[in-house]
């Protein structure tokens, strides 16, 4: 496993937290045995240089935790409600993250069509599609290549 | 023209919804506001928000220009007034609502349930074309950007016109900070996230919606001089309900987002109601729950009906930055937007439950694709930002037309005003270059 932005070790906890979250059924798979925690850069890389290093810590802290633990914690964030404000505003941030992330790489079905991404695609009944194409070719790519003054000239 | 995010061509869309919500949006996909309860979507690229939006459009009513004209004392935000903007908008777009013949067993649901409850339910005028159904095209894909440029989205509209006719374009540019002169406008920035650059303009037009444009300003210190900046800022929260049934109902096929209420009964209470629908990773991470109990909802994908709630926030929040210069949101949110939440919730319930769900579920959190306000138009500049020929108040080198000026959440869908407002801009910028 590599990322740029997460160890080895902080990738392990995603995937124990991905486990947590889609533990698999039979016709979905485990999160872990999907491998996609290897795409996870796809989404890191975007994030505020804040949110990296929130995330960086959590999974330095979680690392130690025992996986009761991190089900505890998510048992929490869906009691958000019975919380005072800041204490509720913290578990929703947790809860949204770490959601986005674990379905984010999940369904997006990264390694159809052969692999995992196509087994998650086929147990939910994903099927949609655009089957046209396009009518016109598409002059727009070139215009704005041309509109940049800071792009060099074309031979 | 200088963009921060990238241009996208059709057949390099980042499709993978991984892909499309961390490249496309702002901070890899959603900004929290201070309760962590909504999720402020804003889009990043050539094209902004109109890759994955721009499809719903419709001329603001009284309800929506009343309070505008109360909050900022300008008097042409009429609906007679504002008419030939709107007119001069439409005729950019192709616009037309979708044929009934594609409606989903998901609209049936909607339109009917309606009707039931004795609310009206109409067809959402769209800006598209050729979308090809008949060919199984199904517009939930087009989120990401539209593969076939049939969606109407400012690249294949305003844009391409633009560029024909000379207007430089640098993408991948974010603006940090701005320094007026007295002949004109310096914007510092970064290019492609390495390089510093300036430029230097006669005359410049915030275009960066209600987050960029604020924190901009709040960055270069015009909270001094514009004492507004900041304030006013609203969003409409929506929210997604998840009916469960026991037939298939196909929600993500076909055309998206066809019908919507058009009933004055909930415009007068603040809220409407849409029939969209999300896909995979939007659905799962909106649905509440986790585990086995989650991939049991989530294998039952196609039997999922859902009716989206879009509350109209009639309270001011505020944009504020940190220490750190990080945007803080408040979405402003009192018991009067929660009340109207729950009153909402429960028609979406009820038409969902009377067409046969056993089950109905709200989303875990709300999503925000329209925000207002920030640098707010009005006539007094110790309320407001924006003067009512679009100028920040007191430089007349900056205009502002985009959503940040709207003096409140319009409770509507914003796009078409966009477009019109900012002709009714172009117009006083042109005569005054004149």
Redo the contacts between chains.
């Keep these: 496993m590599a990322s740029k932005h997460l160890t080895p070790a902080q990738l392990r906890v995603i995937n124990r937290i991905g486990n ?6 039979g ?2 798979p485990r999160f872990s045995d999907t491998g996609c925690v290897e ?1 996870i850069d ?7 240089p ?2 990296i290093a929130s995330l960086q810590l959590l999974t330095s802290v979680l690392r130690f935790m025992p996986n009761f633990v991190i089900r505890l914690l ?1 048992k929490l964030t ?1 009691l958000d409600r019975y919380f005072p ?1 800041s204490v ?3 578990l ?2 947790l ?2 993250g770490l ?2 992330i674990i ?8 390694d159809e069509p052969d692999g995992h991404g196509q087994r998650i695609k086929d ?4 099927d ?9 070719p ?4 070139g ?2 290549r ?5 792009n060099p000239p074309q031979a | 023209m200088l963009e921060a995010g990238k ?1 996208y ?3 390099t869309l980042p499709l ?4 499309s ?3 496309m949006y702002w ?4 900004e ?1 506001d ?4 909504n ?1 402020i979507m804003r889009g990043k690229a ?1 094209g902004g928000g109109t890759l994955a939006y721009q499809a719903i459009m419709c001329r603001f009513d009284e309800y929506a220009f009343g309070p505008w004209r109360d909050l900022s004392g300008i008097q042409y935000l009429t609906v007679d007034e504002m008419s030939p903007w709107y007119e001069k908008a439409e005729s950019l777009l192709h616009i037309a609502p979708v044929d009934e013949r594609y409606r989903s067993e998901c609209s049936r649901i909607f339109v009917e349930g309606h009707a039931k409850y004795g609310y009206q339910a109409k067809p959402e005028l769209r800006a598209q074309r ?1 979308c ?1 159904w008949e ?4 517009c ?3 989120l990401g950007g539209c ?3 049939s969606k109407q989205s400012m ?2 509209t305003v ?2 016109p633009a ?2 006719q000379g ?5 991948e540019f974010e603006a940090k900070r701005l320094e007026v002169k007295p002949d004109g406008v310096i914007l510092h920035g970064e ?1 492609q996230q390495s390089e510093r650059m300036s430029f230097f303009g006669r005359k410049l037009v915030l275009a960066g919606a209600p987050l960029g444009n604020t924190k901009l300003l709040l960055k270069s210190g015009f909270k001094a001089k514009l004492p507004a900046l900041g304030d006013n800022f609203y969003v409409h929260t929506q929210w997604f309900h998840f009916g469960m049934y026991d037939r298939e109902i196909n929600a ?2 076909g055309p998206f987002q066809v019908y919507g209420s058009h009933d004055p009964k909930l415009r007068q209470q603040g809220f409407k109601l849409e029939n969209t629908f999300p ?3 939007g ?3 909106l649905f ?5 109990e ?3 909802t ?2 039952k ?2 039997n999922l009906s859902s009716v989206e709630t879009s509350i109209r926030g009639l309270h001011p929040g505020t944009l504020r930055l940190d220490k ?1 210069e ?1 945007l803080i949101i408040n979405c402003g949110f009192t018991d009067d937007e929660e009340r109207r939440t729950k009153v909402a919730q429960e028609l979406a319930h009820n038409i969902l439950y009377s067409f046969g769900a056993k089950q109905v579920v709200t989303s ?2 709300s999503i925000c694709p329209h925000h207002f306000g920030g640098l707010n138009m009005g006539a007094d500049g110790t309320r407001s930002c924006v003067d009512p020929e679009f100028h920040l108040h007191g430089f007349r080198n900056i205009y502002c037309a985009d959503t940040s000026a709207f003096p409140n959440a319009p409770g509507m869908n914003p796009v078409l005003t966009i477009l019109a407002l900012s002709i009714k801009a172009s117009q006083h910028i042109l005569r005054e270059m004149a």
């Design positions: 947590i979250l889609a533990p698999g059924d016709v979905l795409h796809r989404m890191v890389a975007y994030f505020p804040s949110d998510f869906s404000g509720a505003s913290n929703r941030r809860d949204v959601r986005g379905f984010g790489l999940y369904y997006s079905f990264l147990g939910i009944g994903w949609a599609a655009i089957h046209s194409k396009p009518e016109e598409d002059e727009i790519p215009l704005i041309a509109a940049n003054p800071l | 241009y061509p059709r057949d993978p919804e991984i892909d919500n961390s490249q901070s890899g996909g959603i929290l201070t309760t962590c309860k999720g050539v050729d090809h060919e199984g095209n199904d939930i894909m087009c593969p076939i440029d690249p294949h844009l391409k560029l024909k207007l430089h374009l640098i993408p290019y993500h096929k896909p995979p990773v659905l799962a991470w509440p729950g986790y585990g086995r989650h991939h049991a989530m294998r994908f196609r750190h990080r875990r959190f």
